[in-house]
Nanobody, 129 residues
């Protein structure tokens, strides 16, 4: 069992930056990858980015590539999402999620929320225009 707790959300103006954190506790040694998803009002939850825990390789949704950066601190069991050049369309609840399987980051399945084994409670990010 792994527990995930996100923090760092808030209100920011367009063009600004925020850094989200996701602290993991419990059986974290079973984690293969960590991902960030987001859900805007009235929309389905969508993939944002993922990182392979052991080697740090990453993958991003096209909508955030070049603006968002995922990273992890193994010693702290924490994954981060640095969000720069924020846009109003980035407004959403952001969730971190953990995956304990072996699907490679290159697989389209890594972008499917159903693949992930455990989830945080979410943190709200609001970008004003």
């Amino acid at each position: 069992q792994v527990q995930l707790v996100e923090s760092g959300g808030g209100l920011v103006q367009a063009g600004g930056s925020l850094r989200l954190s996701c602290a993991a506790a419990g059986r974290t040694f079973s984690t293969y990858a960590m991902g960030w998803f987001r859900q805007a009002p009235g929309k389905e939850r969508e993939f944002v980015t993922a990182i392979r825990w052991s080697i740090g390789s990453t993958t991003y949704a096209d909508s955030v590539k070049g603006r968002f950066t995922i990273s992890r601190d193994i010693a702290k069991n924490t994954v981060y999402l640095q969000m720069n050049s924020l846009k109003p369309e980035d407004t959403a609840v952001y969730y971190c999620a953990g995956y304990a399987g072996l699907e490679p980051l290159s697989s389209p399945k890594i972008r499917q929320e159903g693949l992930y084994d455990y989830w945080g409670q979410g943190t709200q990010v609001t970008v004003s225009s």
